[in-house]
């Protein structure tokens, strides 16, 4: 039998809950074409919510076509450029022969390499020659507006792992004319979100940068255990297992309602019960859960500076005053300076995370091995 629950992808359909909110809000900015930015930690589900919200839209709106760009792999403008030209002419055509006659049809002073593999539904690849890109990256920048244009439709361009471009070279540059080019844009809106949060909100929320108020920018939540409970509970139902009330709070609690650590631990819990599942079981499977990121956590924890350290052990000692000379000799943290420090680069690392002057851990997990494994507080 196969386990109901997905991590590490998409969740869609029945392996999706909640974010009705968050599906609507989207989807109406999707619909009036409303510039969107998404910011959250990792995994905790924004390639799926855009996912979800680009399927509805696109059903209740016939001249819509949301085009999903993923900077994943891109490094480089060039790289951008291919990647974006490609989704574009893919996501508006609706058959690959389209997509071919857009890709003559769309540019005039760039010359598109078109191959066809044998599968050409998935397989039309398109290429320019990076001279000539470089050159007229207007073309490509412009592309949603043109074809929208030209075909009467409208253009949401969903770009995943948006704080790549903070790493090409002359990254401000880049940002700039990516912004000059896309705000004149009419039948044509940005829905851009990414996994480094840190690096989001300096693209996008200081004012100094090129795409600051850029659009509608929207901080995802985790999901509340009022619609996690029902959701596990469900999935184990679905195939003939049960789960107890308590045993649900448990994973959620455990999780710290974490959306894909919420799932991983329904799998493993899942897996361990022949039919029912307690609290006991979660329990065990929690723990196989944290041995099996200890290799990972460990790796982690070498790539930290001694002061780094010291300053997650005070935080993890749920020590609030942590510049006070007591607990700043306590933990060996060298000075008031090494605080903002260690903050600044764990943050920067994706390691905490700052809301409202309070400080997290990102990862539920990792939090928990520090304060049992590492630190045994
Ligand atoms: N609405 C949801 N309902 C149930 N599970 C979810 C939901 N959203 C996300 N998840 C869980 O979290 C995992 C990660 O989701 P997703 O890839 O959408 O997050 P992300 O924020 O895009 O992640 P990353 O930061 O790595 O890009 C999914 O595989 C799934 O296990
Ligand atoms: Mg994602």
Redesign the pocket.
């Known amino acids: 039998m196969e386990a109901p629950?997905?991590?590490?992808?998409?969740?869609t359909d029945e392996?999706?809950?909640?974010?009705e909110q968050e599906t609507k809000h989207l989807v109406g900015n999707f619909r009036s074409l409303i510039n969107t930015i998404i910011i959250?930690?990792?995994?905790?589900?924004?390639?799926?919510?855009?996912?979800?919200a680009a399927t509805i839209a696109q059903n209740e709106d016939k001249y819509l076509r949301v085009c999903t760009v993923d900077l994943f792999n891109v490094k480089t403008e060039e790289q951008f450029y291919t990647v974006f030209a490609r989704s574009i002419i893919r996501g508006t055509a609706s058959r690959w022969d389209e997509a071919v006659e857009n890709a003559k049809m769309f540019f005039s002073r760039l010359i598109p390499r078109i191959s066809i593999g044998a599968d050409p539904m998935n397989e039309v690849s398109i290429d320019f020659d990076w001279e000539e890109m470089r050159n007229n990256p207007d073309e490509i920048l412009d592309l949603p507006e043109r074809i929208a244009e030209a075909k009467g439709l409208k253009v949401m361009v969903c770009i995943?792992?948006f704080q790549n471009i903070a790493e090409f070279d002359d990254p401000l540059f880049f940002q700039r004319k990516l912004r000059a080019h896309w705000q004149k844009h009419q039948k044509a809106s940005y829905c851009l979100?990414?996994?480094k949060r840190h690096m989001m909100l300096e693209v996008f929320t200081d004012s100094s940068m090129p795409f600051y108020k850029f659009g509608d920018l929207f901080f995802?939540n985790k999901?509340d255990t009022a619609h996690l409970v029902p959701?596990i509970t469900e999935r184990f139902s679905s195939t003939g297992k049960t789960i107890s009330e308590g045993a649900c709070r448990k994973i959620v609690e455990l999780a710290d309602n974490?959306?894909?650590y919420?799932?991983?631990l329904s799998q493993l819990s899942w897996l361990r019960s022949p039919e029912s599942c307690t609290e006991e079981i979660v329990v065990k499977a929690h723990a196989s859960l944290v041995e099996q990121l200890s290799l990972l956590f460990s790796n982690l924890v070498e790539t930290l500076t001694f002061q780094q350290i010291c300053y997650l052990h005070a935080i993890i000692s749920g020590e609030k005053a942590i510049t006070s000379a007591e607990t700043m000799h306590k933990y060996h943290i060298s000075s008031a300076t090494a605080v903002s420090r260690s903050l600044k680069a764990l943050t920067q690392k994706d390691i905490l995370d700052r809301r409202a002057g309070v400080v997290s851990f990102q990862d539920p997990i990792f939090e928990y091995w520090l304060r049992h494994f590492y630190f045994q507080v």
């Open positions: 629950f997905v991590f590490g992808k998409i969740a392996n999706f809950t909640d974010r959250s930690p990792r995994r905790w589900g924004k390639s799926s919510l855009v996912h979800r995943d792992e979100y990414g996994s995802l999901i959701f974490h959306p894909y919420v799932q991983q």
